[in-house]
């Protein structure tokens, strides 16, 4: 099944929540495992924006997206 691409906004969202709940060293750890590419950012926050928004760009749709944050609440 296929996941309509989130928007911008969301995709911030996201990036936010979780930045507060993962390390650095976490979200290299999950987006390697989840086969989405670093895209660049510095803080925690930007570093996940980026990352969704090149992979959600590259897929069309936001199932990956969706993948990283299933994996990051069921492995905390």
Do not use: W
Not at 4 to 12: E, H, P, Q, T, V
Request: charged fraction near 20%; proline fraction near 1%.
């Amino acid at each position: 099944m296929m996941i309509k691409s989130f928007d911008n906004n969301s995709l911030r969202n996201f990036s936010d929540v979780l930045a507060v709940i993962l390390s650095h060293t976490k979200i290299s750890r999950i987006l390697a495992e989840c086969s989405i590419p670093e895209a660049g950012g510095f803080n925690k926050s930007d570093r996940l924006y980026y990352a969704f928004l090149e992979k959600q760009r590259i897929d069309n749709c936001g199932n990956n997206i969706a993948a990283f944050i299933k994996h990051v609440f069921t492995i905390n």
